[in-house]
């Protein structure tokens, strides 16, 4: 039993707890706000920056240090630097203000980026910038979800920007060949698939450039190989259909 | 001196003899607008008690927040002079040197200037810029010395010292005018060297007065043959003025002349001849004679002229002796209301006194009569040049318009005489403003009016609202019945369309020859019209709207007199008038030339001191209003003579200002004016390139590094069973469903190869194209132009990449990237896999080997595009800040496939390239061995573009990373080229600026013949942010730069380096965040990317906020 006297109580402030089970038994361990990510992504190279002390506890707030014969069994060696390590390395923690605010800004700002390489202004097809759309983003309260992929996120965003602003996303032209055979009949399938058709050639093989939504990519690319059983081809020009260089407005 | 009428000035404008046109220049705060107040006032448009208070000409809010002038403004005065009645157009310029464009649309229009100098501060750096301008625009100058005052009342100075300071502004003055004299008589000489015999009369400056100039063939003898005493300001030719504006007062040595020539008895002729100079009065013998100052004397200017001036502030402000006031009224006959001479204030009753003893406006209206030139009086030499557009010369114009010189020299208003009108700038006006809109409160009436019967019907409504659109003739047209208009229902689109249309443009125009009537029909000729094309097909169609490029036709809609803030209407304009013209906003965007006749070349450019150089982008700040902001950009475009707009491939909208101050104008203007919508304005995106280098030598602090491969130990990845480096740099990556497995390896190219792909990217384009379209069996028709370039690029490639490593390289380039034509090479390095180069389509036109073409075509692009596809991909956006890559070969130098069920159509490539794919299988025989060679063409094909190629393109993008990864990598940032023009004095300065912004100074010279030095430098676009601005404030405006893109450079700094080794402890510190520019970038990059940034969120942890408390 541990006695508690205020003489060798040592107080610790501003703790995040890291837990891990292991064994059948909860171990603790005391670290500093905002530093376990850091710890993890490899910014931060100082352990001592992150441990508030080397200790490692069954209950940290209770002050309940583990035991030495525990640690060696659950862990199979008693180097407390090592256990901590692991502890920090695998161990649940929760995530505090500041890492939260930065995870969820750098998020935003990957969904804003992907959405401005994505997308562009169909008047003058050329991108928005970033700036722009993260304005975009904020007036339409777009909220980040943490749980789901940015890319996801930046298709969802792409669609309800397209109530506020003229966005679209940038089309992909592609080239198809068809065999003239199933031109005709594979034409009126493809049509409400393509944008614009930029150039027709009908000689012994059906050849057009055209203008998709890069969403209906797959579903062009299965129709062509299914119906033509192979012999037809399509070959992505450019990804993005955008404007390029400098224009001087006058 | 009551309000002069509209009929009156009408009057005047025909009689060109007797019109002026000159503006006012000077540094900034020197007084111009003061002056041109006390100017207006003398016309009574404002009261004379206003006069330098009110800066009437300042029309624009900031401008009068602010106190400097930030355009420039024009105004028509009536003078009369004995018998003569003159008019008199007045330009108001800017002096802040942002604004320096503004200050060159008003010379073009003008005849003659009055340069204004401050009399404390002496000739400043803008001093110098509006006498350069004058002199190239050929327009005569006169000098006024402003700010006496400041020299009595600051300075406190005594009328000696004044008149000493006073010779030496005028000295500095004149030190100007005469290296300007002799940097242009040098440069007649060089070009006259160049030039035949026949040309040598073109050299002269003005042949009336420069008759010496034609000699010139030695320097040196050709300066003192040259006569330029004719050029420089001196009071006894009465082409100067001392004055203070502000009180009012102002005289040139004239009146001091003839008033001192009564009272002494010595002839005004004398007198004027030695009021200024070293002259003294014996008073015995009552004779004026030489050498005041070796004598200990007065001169006879402080004496007769500075003296009763001291004398009178001192009894006035100074000493506030009220008799002795009285007494000096009384001497000089002025008269002054009880009301001023009682005011507390001394400066009011001293400018009561002053304007009514020395009035300025006298002085400087009587010198400009008399000294500055007429429209008539234009020089030869002026015409020439302004007709003569770029380095072509008069002599070789077409006949016709040779002619037409002899319409500027009579400048007549027949109706014969060709209409040539110069347009300098389009400037917005409310529409509120516009004489045809004036009678507001009768057309108000009227409109309520007829508003009350558009209630009860339809149609007049849309009608009286129609006729408020239709602006002109509103006063009279109540009469009119409005039932006749159509017109749709939606009248309230058309009310709010009307209020859009509120403000209009009117171009700041001059007329040359000929009258220019309202609704002439006229050419607008466009900056690159050649008269001599356009006389031949004006010839053949001798319509209005001929189909010649550059010229356009248009009607002037309205003509208006300029009179500062208002604008009145006029029927018509003589020639030799300063005017404004409506109803060009359609063909005319900053300046352009009208003319009646096709013949007329266009004017040569506005010569701009300035160029814009701060570059900002422009959001709006709701995103929606972006369309209205391309609106508003445009106008601002049209109506600012010097701002540029552009949209940049990354869809930034930038602005390029001249200046900080002209920024803040121009985003007023926008805000407020044009597009009327919240703005934000940022710091531009500044693009950087990613690429690979050789692993250095030595250290960061210089340390051999020996053999070691220290970088690729560094980046080594770690592996997993798909990926696996080996320490050379080759990447080996397996795509994960086993089938395919390439190797690659990133090698920096060199310097010269990748400039060279740079500069040929359209070459490379059109190569690709005419692959792409062999590859189908099509042909591209190239010119043998192009193959011919081609061929030499290739070449040239051949040259520059020498050595063991290279070897065939170029045979073996398989694609250019990113997007198909950038500055990066995939390189064939397969061993046995062969494949058409990219030259193939050359060789093919050539008439080899083309019997393999077609069978080869078809199979090969199966999964060759898909490596290709990776390859662009991974060119496109690096490793290190999804910035393009630069000058990087990837060199794939292992692919294998293997297909558990069936090796497919790799086949179906010709023979030799099975024969390699089966070696390559091979060499990984655990995998290959037991899969015979089943032949399946057409299943290969069906998974051509199937989920497999995507594996293939995801594969070789990181292989192409990792291979990138494992080399030192370094970003490469956009370098300027900067040309600063700075005088000695401020060179260190200069110097110190770019050394804080990581410039390099690459040369320095000075300029023939003036004090300047010309310092060539390179700066990082990323540092280049307000850079202009930095360089003018610490240099006080001597020094300006100008910034053009130049190259790419290598940041020498490795982003990803950390010390290591113990002198670099000791060198840098532990954490070395200080040195690493590279790192910088790479992380703004990344943050603004929303890219992972090592970075610690907090830097430590014990001192963070205590968020619990502590007991």
Redesign the interface.
Known sequence: MSIFTPTNQI?L??VAVVRMKKGGKRFEIA?????V??WR????KDLD??L?TSSVFNNVSKGQVAKKDDLSKAFGTDDLTEICKEILAKGELQVSD??RQ?QL?????????IV?EKC??P??K????????E??MK?IHYSVKANKSTKQQALEVIRQLKD???IQRAHMRLRL?LPAKEGKRLKEKLKPLLKVVESEDFDDQLEMVCLVDPGCFREI?ELI?CET??KG????L?LKD????????? | MGHTSLDKIKALQKNPANVRNLCILAHVDHGKTTLADSLVASNGIISSRLAGKLRYLDSREDEQIRGITMKSSAISLHYASGEKDYLINLIDSPGHVDFSSEVSTAVRLCDGAIVIVDAVEGVCPQTQAVLRQAWLENIRPVLVINKIDRLIMELKLTSQEAYTHLQKILEQVNAVTGSLFTSKVLEDRAVKEERAEEDKEEGDIEPAECPGLEQVYDWSAGLEDSDDSQLYFSPDQGNVVFASAIDGWGFSIQQFAQIHSQRMGIRAEVLLKTLWGDFYLNAKAKKIMKGAHAKGKKPLFVQLVLDNIWSLYDAVVTRRDKEKIEKMMMSLGVKVMTRDSRHSDPKVLLSAICSQWLPVSQAVLFMVCDKLPSPLDMTSERIERLMSVGARRFHSLPLQTQELKTAFMQCSSDDTAPVIVFVSKMFMVDAKALPQNKQRPLTQEEMAQRRELARQRHTERLAAIQQTESGEGNGQSGSTTPATTPGGDNTIGKVSQEEEEKETFVAFARVYSGVVRRGQKVFVMGPKYDPAQGLRMVRIVSACLPPVPHLACCTMDSLYLLMGRELEELEEVPSGNVLGIGGLEECVLKSATLSTSPALPPFIPLNFEATPIVRVAIEPKHPSEMPKLVRGMRLLNQADPCAEVLIQETGEHVLVTAGEVHLQRCLDDLRERFAKIEISASKPIIPFRETVIRPPKVDMVNEDLGKQQKVAVIHQVKESDTLHLDPSGLVTLTTPNRQATVGVRAIPLPEEVTLLLEGSADLIRTLEQAGQAQREGRTLDMSTWTLDALMVLKSRLEVLLQGRKWRNAVDRIWAFGPRRYGPNILLNSVEGYQRPSVWHCLEREKGEKEGGAKAEASAIRDFDNSVVSGFQLATLSGPMCEEPLMGVCFSVERWDMNFPTQRTHLDSVTEEDSNSLDASVSESPGEAAGHPEASGKAGGAVDCYGPFSGQLIAAVKEACRHAFQAKPQRLMAAMYTCEIMATAEVLGRVYGVLGKREGRVLQEEMKEGTEMFIIKAVLPVAESFGFADEIRKRTSGLASPQLVFSHWEVISSDPSWVPTTEEEYLHFGVKADSANQALKYMNGVRRRKGLYVEEKIVEHGEKQRTLSKNK
């Open positions: 107080r402030t501003n670290c500093y706000k905002n530093k990510m850091s992504s490899g910014a931060e920056e992150v508030q500041k890492e930065s800004e750098t998020s935003f700002r990957d969904i804003a980026t401005a562009v202004n008047e003058t050329r991108p928005y910038t970033v700036n722009l759309i304005r975009a007036d506020s602003i003229e060949v690319d190989r059983k192979g081809s399509l070959e992505v450019s955008v404007e390029e260089g400098d224009e001087r407005l006058e």
